[in-house]
């Protein structure tokens, strides 16, 4: 697939934008015309941003604080789409070594997060003429093992939240819809994730609301 055209114009929302594949989904944004807003929770690390996205707007905010997130949507204005890449890994040890510090993190970056982004953007999305959100999850939520439970656990639960967003978006009409991407790991599959987040405005929102499409590397079977 190349550069999206039909994400041209539109304003689409980062959250967790200084990683590798944040970095490389706003270049491929940004390439194809979209106008990036990244969002971290530190603006120096943001400036990261602007070598692959020079015109994106970059904005400091706590997105586990629900308030802080809401004045964020009002400072913004409206978006066509939200990305949210805001993750990390915690594990080990075994069902033992899930401890209640790995669960707070986990919970609060991958979870907390992404209910208070989508809460406060969800009115944006419905209203967009192609509203879009898009988080990556693992493999581990349909192969989950003892050391990775925590994990595992908190990416099960943002499915479930992005599912039910995506009956809303049903619900309320055929413009908006939400996907999610899975993969064993992210490492060396940024480029494809980029440019399969660009590409979600090219298809009618029926066709991607609720996707779970897996990635993968040329070499994993």
């Not at 905010?61 to 915690?90: E, K, N, Q, S, Y």
């Not at 925590?150 to 499915?159: D, H, L, P, R, T």
């Not at 939400?178 to 029926?206: H, K, N, Y």
Request: aromatic share 4%; glycine share 10%; proline share 1%.
């Amino acid at each position: 697939m190349g550069a999206s055209l039909a994400v041209a114009g539109r304003t689409v929302l980062i959250a967790g934008a200084t990683s590798t594949a944040g970095l490389a989904v706003a270049s491929s944004l940004a390439d194809a015309g979209a106008r990036v807003v990244a969002v971290g929770s530190n603006l120096a690390r943001l400036q990261s941003v602007l070598a692959v996205a020079p015109e994106a707007a970059l904005y400091e905010c706590d997105l586990t604080d629900f308030a802080a997130v809401t004045a964020l949507a009002g400072a913004i204005g409206p978006i066509d789409g939200l990305i949210h890449l805001v993750g990390g890994w915690r594990g080990g040890g075994g069902l033992a070594g899930q401890t209640d510090e790995d669960w707070e993190f986990l919970h609060s970056h991958v979870v907390t997060t992404l209910r208070n982004t989508t809460r406060a953007f969800n009115a944006d999305l419905l209203a967009a003429s192609a509203g879009r959100l898009a988080i990556v999850s693992s493999v581990s939520v349909d192969r989950p093992t003892a050391g990775g439970a925590n994990y595992a656990a908190a990416k099960s639960a943002a499915e479930t939240w992005v599912r039910a967003v995506g009956a809303g978006f049903a619900k309320a009409g055929d413009t908006a819809a939400a996907a999610i991407f899975v993969v064993r790991s992210l490492d060396g599959l940024e480029t494809e994730l980029a440019t399969r987040v660009t590409g979600l405005w090219e298809d009618a929102a029926a066709s991607v609301n609720n996707s779970r499409v897996l990635l993968k590397a040329d070499t994993e079977t």
